[in-house]
């Protein structure tokens, strides 16, 4: 796998993200956006970015010029960063895929899915359910070593329930916008939505009132989200949030499903901010990457909370 680790060190972010982007319409529709959004949340480029640095304190001074809280580092989370996709059920053969894997391929979407394939044998599964997390764990081994990716568990962060569903389950749920009663046309600004944003537990949903701004309606759940991730603020909900005015870059999300329903970005705003921070999707008015205090939504959605945030907009821009 050293040999491995060596050959994943000579692609650059452009690279990874060409690759991606030609095994995107192979992948199965279930983990599309989420594969894209995954990618979003460990960009390679901020890793070499910390990488580069000479020392620990430089690293650490480098961090907090970058406003970086939470849980950034994929070594801290080699089982569980790609827990929402779908195909982290697999991750056990993937990961030993993986670890076993001495071919010579030089392309690396065909490196991808040579390995998907060896995967798919031992899951007894077909190849696009495997694309996502086979993709997820090359580059979690790029950015956190053959060592440390051989000595992780291999563990699969899922409930028995979430792991008995099947893809057209999970996206018929994604799919289903809340019934209004009869007259539910007639609701109008009324009318409720459910926003999940944990799918792998049946409690992670808070209720959005209809061209709400996603933040705010984050409120309604009132647990304490703090003591699970300190970002949160009490009272605030389960989204992290500094402002109201795209200014603090702690509520960016991704969309599993529901894009279309949320507002578009309005560029002076959301858009401008969104590329200082880093989180951009170049040229889509509906993003899957958005954040929660500027979209507004009219329908249900799926999201996720990725688990640290930053500014970090002219380290990862995009070629």
Not at 40 to 66: H, I, M, S, W
Not at 83 to 112: C, G, N
Not at 266 to 278: D, L, S
């Amino acid at each position: 796998m050293e040999s491995l680790h060596g050959h994943l060190c000579r692609y650059d972010e452009t690279a990874w993200r060409r690759a991606v982007d030609v095994l995107l319409p192979e992948i199965h529709t279930i983990d599309r956006e989420a594969t894209q959004i995954w990618f979003a949340f460990y960009p390679l480029n901020l890793f070499l970015a910390l990488e580069a640095a000479p020392t620990p304190d430089a690293r650490a001074v480098l961090e907090r010029q970058l406003g970086l809280m939470g849980k950034w580092r994929l070594a801290d989370q080699i089982d569980a960063s790609h827990r929402f996709l779908y195909s982290h059920r697999y991750w056990p053969q993937v990961k030993s895929a993986i670890t076993a894997f001495d071919e010579s391929v030089s392309d690396l979407a065909e490196l991808m899915t040579r390995i998907a394939d060896i995967a798919g044998r031992t899951a007894r599964v077909d190849r696009d359910h495997l694309l996502a997390i086979t993709a997820a764990g090359l580059m979690t081994l790029r950015q956190v070593g053959s060592e440390a990716f051989a000595a992780a568990p291999g563990k699969v962060h899922l409930s028995a329930e979430a792991r008995r569903l099947s893809p057209h389950q999970v996206l018929a749920r994604r799919g289903r916008d809340d019934w209004q009663g009869l007259l539910g046309f007639t609701r109008g600004i009324k009318k409720r939505w459910t926003v999940t944003f944990d799918e792998n537990d049946p409690s992670a949903t808070f209720t959005l009132i209809n061209d709400q701004e996603i933040a705010s309606a984050a409120k309604h759940d009132t647990r304490d989200h703090h003591a699970i991730d300190p970002r949160c603020t009490p009272g605030e909900g389960p989204i992290p949030v500094e402002c109201r005015a795209a200014s603090c870059g702690t509520c960016w999300i991704g969309v599993l499903a529901g894009a279309e329903k949320l507002s578009p970005v309005i560029e002076r705003e959301e858009g401008r901010r969104m590329k200082v921070f880093g989180y951009t999707v170049v040229g889509e008015p509906k993003p899957i990457i958005r954040l929660a205090c500027q979209a507004r939504a009219t329908g249900a959605l799926s999201i996720v909370i990725p688990p640290w945030n930053g500014v970090f907009g002219k380290i990862t821009s995009r070629p």
